[in-house]
């Protein structure tokens, strides 16, 4: 913020900057101002906020906001900080409304920024874009701010647009090689690979123990199918520290090597090393999709149930319960398990009045319920049904929710025309979605005849060496017709 009281007299100038500092106000004119009672505090946020970005490790991060906040219990942005350390969502929102409760004192810049992820945890993805870029026009020269822009877009698949303030900040500061190591990660998933590799490269020539930067460098690797490479990447990353990404990208190359066994002992190494619930979650989540990787429904299910049952005795996060269950559900689709499906939907019906979630993710359930029922009906095959959920949802979609979950519309679109024969118009929409729409398009290019297009679809799935749910659910699938064909 521009400094308006230059033209006082010295004493008034001295007097006011004194005041300042005793509230926290201190900041240069184009970085945003850190608004803490404590130096200390905001020293110990400052290296928390970097090594959000530089080393990724939470359980670091996490213990410099706890430390922060015992120095300040009413710091604005260390408790909006510790809300996104794992915790469920109604922790979350306990610290982010101790945030805003501060918003009135705090600095311009902040305000905006607090604002930006008030408004994304009640689903106001573009309000969030537009205040970040506000904080951004008061603190011009912030790196971090900067880069946290380019986090938010990255968040919601807008890598162009991430791409462009990952850029601005490192020219905001060429030796912040956080930035410069997170372009990589942007033009990776841009599909610009070798721009990308070039990038990590130049990265970890300037923080050669940089465990992050190892593991995004592993996750390229493993992305270009060179799989022993992406191994010794992370098991070099394991070496430095025994921690929680190194142990869970190990785990994901393993999979990609199909070596489930070793995949399942990495995300459980990879569960002992992790920082909070949040990631200890996503290795039992990881755990189950080894199951589905080998076609084992079963195995899968009661792995999903085993994360259920980790979230019910340890409380408070029961908005990961809904979540495990759609897991389930959709895990049963491509087995045409429709039975299966209808009871999860009915345990998910009754989860949204029998658990206990926070206010947005109740509204955000209640409205995803329709999606949830259509895809039982857009997979069946009953498409009047099937068009009716679609419609209740597509109309529940404000426009920017409808960009964010586009690839769920565009899958129940084509499967509807799957069903219906209309295979040209069924591809178009499938081949915009995950890997279980495309699945859907492989079949519809056979129902046309055209064997090779098929073919190739299916080998597309069965050799992305990535991993995702839908990849989980659908390679078995793959490989199947693949052999068959």
Not at 157 to 175: H, I, Q, V
């Amino acid at each position: 913020m521009k400094n308006k009281i230059l033209n006082l007299i010295p004493c008034a100038v001295a007097c006011l900057v004194a005041s300042l500092m005793a509230f926290g106000f201190i900041a240069g004119d184009k970085v945003m101002t850190i608004t803490t009672k404590s130096d200390k505090a905001r020293t110990l946020f400052m290296n928390a906020w970097i090594e959000s970005f530089e080393g990724g490790d939470m359980k670091i991060v996490s213990g410099l906001l706890t430390q922060a906040l015992e120095l300040d219990q009413d710091f604005a942005l260390a408790n909006l900080w510790q809300g996104y350390m794992g915790l469920g969502s109604l922790d979350r929102m306990k610290y982010l409304n101790a945030a805003n409760e501060q918003i009135d004192k705090v600095s311009e810049a902040e305000k905006h920024f607090i604002q930006a992820f008030i408004n994304l945890e009640n689903g106001k993805r573009d309000e969030s874009f537009n205040e970040l870029k506000q904080a951004i026009s008061v603190a011009p020269n912030d790196k971090l701010l900067t880069l946290q822009l380019a986090y938010l877009y990255a968040n919601y698949g807008k890598y162009e647009e991430a791409l462009e303030y990952a850029k601005r900040s490192s020219e905001l500061d060429p030796e912040f090689a956080g930035a410069l190591n997170y372009q990589g990660f942007l033009l990776w998933n841009l599909k610009k690979y070798d721009e990308a590799e070039k990038i990590y490269l130049k990265s970890m020539e300037m923080s050669p123990e940089n465990t992050q930067f190892l593991n995004r460098y592993g996750q390229l690797l493993r992305g270009a199918g060179r799989i022993d490479e992406a191994i010794k990447m992370h098991k070099k990353a394991l070496s430095i520290k025994e921690d929680y990404l190194s142990a869970l990208f190990l785990g994901h190359s393993h999979v990609a090597d199909e070596n489930y066994p070793a995949a399942r002992e990495a995300y459980m190494k990879a569960r002992d090393a992790s920082a909070n619930n949040s990631q200890r979650n996503f290795c039992l989540y990881s755990v189950a999709t080894t199951w589905l990787n080998e076609g084992n429904l079963t195995e899968a299910l009661a792995a999903f149930d085993r994360q259920i049952e980790f979230n019910k005795q340890l409380g408070g996060m029961d908005e990961r319960i809904i979540n495990i269950t759609v897991n389930k559900a959709y895990s049963a689709l491509l087995y045409e398990d429709y039975t299966t499906y209808g009871k999860l939907l009915e345990e998910y019906r009754n989860y949204l009045t029998s658990l206990n979630l926070s206010e947005p993710d109740r509204i955000f359930f209640r409205q995803y319920t329709n999606l949830v029922e259509g895809y039982l009906y857009a997979y069946s095959g009953k498409t009047d049904l099937a068009e009716k959920y679609l419609s209740l949802y597509e109309q529940s979609l404000t426009d920017d929710q409808k960009d964010t979950y586009k690839s769920d519309l565009f899958e129940m679109k084509g499967l509807i025309d799957y069903h219906k024969g209309n295979y040209m118009e069924a591809i178009e929409n499938l081949e915009k979605a995950g890997a279980m729409a495309l699945y859907y398009a492989g079949l519809a290019y056979e129902k046309m005849g055209d064997i090779e297009k098929a073919k190739e679809i299916y080998s597309r799935i069965s050799n992305n060496k990535l991993t995702s749910f839908d990849l989980a659910a659908t390679k078995p699938f793959a490989r199947k017709r693949l052999a068959q064909l």
